[in-house]
């Protein structure tokens, strides 16, 4: 497992909005200067549920990719590429479902939610019901220790661990995999005894600490290549051969940005503002806004509380600001208009470095595609290593 390394993505079926950016791009801002970061375009994905409006997705893949460059991602930091153009992917995701039990797949919780959602499309295909083990596949190609998601997200991940111990158990045991181990001990040189003390410690005392002790130990080992690394992963916890790692979840924050009519800001809603939305736009679209209803007239008081607009307050003003709001609204010394004006502000504000950062991919449209062929490049050398271990314990060679 490569503990440091990040995979995420983003299907592409329109434009961005400013909830994409609250609830997933600025994380990933945050994330590329600590984490080797992957971050993907699931055009695949795409397709799952928008496999009959096709036309939107090869638009929508180029202004997605401008949205994170313009939101701060930086190429230089992390491997944009997209996830059709890495052909593993969907090797992976085959060799998957050959191992994967049909019932993992049905108790997943968001495909019954999902088919009562968009129950005015036809979703009774394998594409959407397959999803989660794409999805797996996905993370698994490129060995992540880490995927940033949501709490709804979590049982696809739970799913990815048992996808993974389930093939590991299959084919991880190898014909002289003791053997392999033991020698792969001596290659960690003085370390290696205090490896096998750690390991009996675990396997005889069940002592979490000893496990945790050899795992940074090995992580830690200048002298061994990835075969070597992976059986003493395995070798450790009396396993064979770990080809896949289990991923561990990232939590993240829920989105907290709300729309423009105070529920989530969401494209099915229609009720958001786009990541480089232009600040007339911005602005009539805010200065439009329902307000508390109990203000019929300007003279009546308000409550902040039944008002949508403030919302947006909690997350763009300051407590001064807040503060001047909510004296305003309940004495009626503001009027909204008023009240909805620092908003804009704050919106445009937060939106002029990404005009700024795109404009120079907008002027060069190949510089984008350049980024990204170098980064589907990068990503294919990692998810054909992964590939080539996979065909070789399926018996399919390479």
Not at 61 to 80: F, K, R
Not at 90 to 116: C, F, I, N
Not at 147 to 161: F, K, N
Not at 273 to 286: A, C, F, G, Q, W
Request: glycine share 8%; charged share 25%.
């Amino acid at each position: 497992m490569f503990a440091n390394r990040i995979l995420s993505g983003m299907r592409p079926t329109g434009s961005l909005h400013l909830g994409h950016y609250h609830g997933v791009i600025k994380n990933w801002v945050e994330l590329q200067t600590r984490h080797d970061c992957y971050f993907m375009v699931a055009d695949w994905h795409a397709l799952t549920t928008n496999y009959d409006e096709v036309a939107i997705i090869e638009k929508s893949i180029w202004e997605m990719v401008i949205d994170w460059l313009a939101s701060g991602v930086d190429p230089e930091q992390a491997t944009i590429f997209i996830q059709s153009k890495v052909p593993q992917h969907a090797e992976l995701h085959l060799a998957l479902s050959m191992v994967t039990p049909l019932g993992w797949l049905e108790r997943v919780p968001t495909y019954k939610d999902q088919m009562d959602k968009l129950n005015h499309k036809d979703l009774a295909t394998y594409g959407f019901l397959g999803y989660p083990l794409l999805q797996a596949a996905d993370i698994l190609v490129y060995k992540a220790g880490l995927v940033p998601v949501g709490e709804d997200q979590v049982p696809h991940i739970e799913l990815t661990r048992e996808v993974a111990r389930r093939f590991n158990n299959l084919y991880g045991r190898e014909p002289n995999f003791e053997e392999l181990a033991r020698a792969a001990v001596k290659k960690i040189g003085k370390a290696g005894k205090q490896f096998e003390q750690l390991r009996t410690r675990y396997l005889q005392d069940g002592d979490g600490e000893a496990l945790l002790a050899a795992r940074e130990l090995l992580a830690a080992s200048q002298n061994l290549g990835n075969s070597d690394r992976e059986r003493l992963q395995g070798y450790l916890e009396n396993k064979g051969k770990i080809i896949l790692p289990e991923s561990e979840a990232l939590l993240t924050a829920a989105s907290k940005m709300p729309g423009l009519d105070g529920n989530k800001m969401s494209k099915s809603y229609k009720n958001t503002i786009t990541m480089r939305e232009t600040p007339e736009e911005v602005s009539k679209k805010i200065r439009a806004m329902p307000t508390d209803p109990a203000r019929v007239r300007r003279t009546d008081a308000g409550n902040p509380d039944k008002c949508p607009v403030w919302q947006l307050h909690e997350v763009y003003s300051g407590n001064d600001t807040k503060q001047w709001v909510k004296a305003g609204c309940t004495s009626a010394g503001i009027g909204c208009l008023e009240c909805k004006q620092p908003v804009i502000e704050a919106v445009v504000r937060e939106q002029q470095p990404m005009f700024e950062r795109a404009e120079k991919y907008l002027a060069n449209p190949n510089l984008v595609k350049e980024i990204v062929f170098e980064g589907c490049h990068k990503a294919e050398l990692v998810a054909r290593e992964t590939m080539k271990e996979v065909r070789e314990a399926m018996g399919l060679g390479y």
